[in-house]
């Protein structure tokens, strides 16, 4: 609209297109590194562009974060939409229960009206518990699920920022740093060409997974996030990002 036309958004949004060479960009005014309501208009974008793609009955899987609590915060129910399902993308990170993608899917599918299934895997099991609850009819039904989804909703991190706040170990941090990690989504580490450089064990979904789900939405913003965003869309071109102004206009260099 001629708002977004005059802010100049919509010109961010086709130089992002370009420059990370993905499918969609939105970009919503201001930094929320700056100002906490930022998320929350990132947060109200994301479900716009969530249920423009929705069908009755699909599956959406959903990860943790601070960022992820704002668009579970922004949902609203769909009168078209019906028996829309949301479960976690994938098992504990290590965050604190407000941060955790269970706590997120369970807020969303609330104000969505729609229904949720959770992922009851604790973070740190031996590996025989592990093995044997896995195997569990209940948590395998949920796994089987979070496999078959049609949209992934996910939040991208700065990587040293994402280790410092979950519980991670002392040689993990040394190696994400060693490493040069300066991206994180879904609980994997990237360096700044986009390659994998730590994986944080759990279930779910699996980077390998993304490219079989039909709308992969990803939501990250703030300055302070731009060199993250880069080095993540390198490994995820189908991807639609919802991001800020702030941080499109560190990526553009401008
Ligand atoms: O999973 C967490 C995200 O990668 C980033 O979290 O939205 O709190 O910055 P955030």
Known sequence: DVMRELLGLKDLETKLMEKLHIEGVI??????????????EMGRACVTCMKE??????IVAV?????????????TPDPKQNRILFVPA???????VKNQANTICAKMAEKALGNYRLLHVPDHLSREAYESLIEEPTVKEVLE????CRMVVHGIGDAITMAERRKTSKEDMEKIKERHAVAEAFGYYFNEAGEVVHKVKTVGIQLEDLPRVEHVIAVAGGSSKA???????????????ITDEGAARALLGE
């Not at 880069?230 to 991807?239: D, G, I, L, N």
């Open 27 to 40: 970009v919503v005014a201001g930094d929320s590194d700056l100002s906490p309501w930022v998320k929350k």
């Open 145 to 148: 699920l979070i496999k078959s």
């Open 90 to 96: 994938r098992g504990g990170l290590g965050e604190d």
């Open 53 to 58: 793609r929705l069908t009755n009955g699909d």
């Open 227 to 241: 060199k993250a965003i880069q080095a993540y869309m390198k490994r995820a071109p189908h991807s639609i990002l």
């Open 63 to 75: 990860t943790g974060g601070t960022t992820l609590a704002a668009v579970a915060e922004m949902m």
